[in-house]
């Protein structure tokens, strides 16, 4: 079993972009599910072994519609 982590990322879908491919999915199906009109994300990755999964989920986007963002520059942001 993968011990949790802290995970700096956090994943998200352009809906505007998604084509509902399932490419990523198929490729992180824990995290991404497609629904009737896009894909969306079921929850956030717990470990290094799902943040991998969400990555090349993300490089395989054919819209690039997977965004990934640091909590860390979002904290940054939201102090200043």
């Known amino acids: 079993m993968n011990q949790l982590t802290e995970i700096d990322q956090i994943f998200g879908i ?4 998604c084509i509902r491919c399932a ?3 198929s490729i992180a199906p824990t995290i991404f599910h497609v629904g009737d009109t896009t894909a ?5 990755p717990l470990d290094a072994e799902e943040v991998n999964q969400c990555e090349a989920a993300l490089g395989n ?7 990934v963002t640091s ?10």
Request: net charge positive.
């Open 14 to 17: 352009d809906q505007k972009s």
């Open 23 to 25: 490419s990523c999915s």
């Open 40 to 44: 969306f994300i079921l929850r956030q």
């Open 61 to 67: 986007c054919p819209t690039n519609a997977i965004t």
């Open 71 to 80: 909590k860390s520059a979002i904290g940054t942001v939201a102090r200043s």
